[in-house]
Nanobody
Framework: QVQLVESGGALVQAGGSLRLSCAAS????????LGWYRQTPGKGNQREFV?????????EYASSVKGRFTISRDNAKNTFYLQMNNLRPEDTANYLC????????WGQGTQVTVSS
């Protein structure tokens, strides 16, 4: 059974930092493209792309987070991360991790709340 479990979400002040983790089981993440998305009720809970790292370590970011967020992976720990710096109130969301190869797997999410 495949599981992706996020952690690291919290309440933080604007300008602060958080590091989200996504621990995978049931798959070998080294062969997957890995990503982070976010959902907010105000946007109809649509999943908004945040960042992606491919299995060959190429990265891509949403323009709204570029320069502030960094995605990374530790294949030995079967885990990947999202380092978020200089957080803004508009970053408030439920952050979900994603692993894609032939199948598409999602975690349940971790809540990030940024106060002004």
């Amino acid at each position: 059974q495949v599981q992706l479990v996020e952690s690291g979400g919290a309440l933080v002040q604007a300008g602060g930092s958080l590091r989200l983790s996504c621990a995978a089981s049931g798959i070998d993440v080294s062969t997957y493209d890995l990503g982070w998305y976010r959902q907010t009720p105000g946007k109809g809970n649509q999943r908004e792309f945040v960042a992606r790292i491919t299995n060959i370590h190429m990265t891509e970011y949403a323009s709204s987070v570029k320069g502030r967020f960094t995605i990374s992976r530790d294949n030995a720990k079967n885990t990947f991360y999202l380092q978020m710096n200089n957080l803004r109130p508009e970053d408030t969301a439920n952050y979900l991790c994603n692993a894609v190869r032939l199948s598409n797997y999602w975690g349940q999410g971790t809540q990030v709340t940024v106060s002004s």
